[in-house]
């Protein structure tokens, strides 16, 4: 089994997987693994059967989440998918078992959570920390992911312009967002605190209390200890609209960009998503047109 799971990892890089998933992953089928050893069965003869007495253990015996359930699961599919092409196995036994189980644990249909401008607006002006404030407005004002914020360096900043230049990332084509005043004053704040912290001179644009790079985790955490302060976030509920983190904020930007008339093309060239029809590869956006366009949709929140 250790085989298999490496070799799986290894084609998980060749199809290009973020490492950091390939890790989730691998956590997940550690997981798998004991739990069938504990039985005597291997992979290769596991059934499904074997996989929904994994999932009631997980839900039962550890009271995991049904979205956590869903990440054990999308990495076992992913790995059955692997042994079929490899025709180790003759048929993903996930897929039905998921389908199922899933589904039956649903009470109502997952959105993600939509916040109005006012409660965006509460959200920023109630967090106290300067780094935290500055954070949020940013996921907010510029639609960034959670892993494009914590790789922004000092130099990938420009306070006169109002722009941020993103490092280069598969799920990216775009790399040039924009920001707003509101933004760029809460950075400016920030920046003069940081001068303070970072004592051993990180390039890294937020700082974690310890003078290291932010990372994911503490991304997450600040913006979902906000978020529960305000009655934004629900950590005791299974429900994805009644949970706020950073990708919300995304999720944010774009919903209210629309909503404030901005064209499909320029929300789509902000988001950075992956030109996959012939219109968008022929499509060139001028910058200055949609910096412009940025500055006369973002919606202003009072900072």
């Known amino acids: 089994m250790d085989q298999i799971i490496k070799e799986f990892e290894r084609d998980c890089r060749?199809?290009?997987m973020a490492e950091r998933s390939i890790n989730s992953y691998r956590t997940c089928l550690d997981a798998y693994q004991d739990y069938l050893a504990a039985r005597e069965k291997g992979f290769l003869t596991a059934n499904k059967d074997d996989l929904v007495g994994f999932i009631e253990s997980l839900r039962l015996d550890r009271g995991l989440s049904i979205t956590?359930?869903?990440r054990y699961l999308a990495a076992l599919s992913s790995l059955c998918e692997y042994l079929v092409f490899k025709e180790q196995i003759q048929a993903n036994y996930v897929r039905p078992v998921r389908s199922r189980y899933i589904r039956s644990y649903k009470e109502t249909p997952e959105g993600r959570k939509l916040i109005s401008v006012g409660e965006m607006t509460g959200l920023i002006n109630s967090t106290l920390d300067i780094r935290d404030k500055a954070v949020i407005a940013l996921l907010a004002k510029t639609g960034i992911r959670r892993n494009e914020l914590v790789t922004l360096d000092m130099s990938d900043v420009d306070l006169?312009?109002?722009r941020i230049k993103l490092k280069p990332t598969a799920k990216r084509t775009n790399r040039t967002v924009f920001f707003d005043d509101e933004a760029a004053y809460l950075l400016?704040?920030?920046l003069k605190i940081r001068e303070d912290m970072n004592k051993m001179g990180i390039s890294a644009l937020f700082l974690n209390a310890e003078g290291e790079r932010l990372n994911r985790s503490g991304v997450y955490n600040l913006?979902?200890?906000?978020?529960r302060r305000v009655g934004l976030h629900d950590h005791t509920s299974e429900r994805l609209e009644?949970?706020?983190g950073p990708h919300c904020c995304r999720h944010w930007f774009c919903t209210h960009l629309f909503r404030a008339g901005m064209?499909?093309?320029?929300?789509k060239e902000l988001?950075?998503?992956s030109k996959k029809e012939a219109f968008d590869l022929y499509n060139h956006i001028d910058l200055k047109e949609l910096k412009e366009a940025y500055l006369a949709c973002i919606p202003q929140l009072g900072i």
């Not at 064209?263 to 929300?267: D, G, K, Q, V």
Request: proline share 0%; glycine share 8%.
């Open 160 to 162: 006169i312009e109002m």
């Open 188 to 190: 400016r704040r920030w």
């Open 242 to 244: 009644d949970h706020f």
């Open 271 to 273: 988001r950075g998503d």
């Open 263 to 267: 064209r499909r093309e320029f929300i």
């Open 223 to 227: 913006v979902v200890e906000a978020a």
């Open 68 to 70: 956590t359930v869903k």
């Open 14 to 16: 060749v199809r290009g």
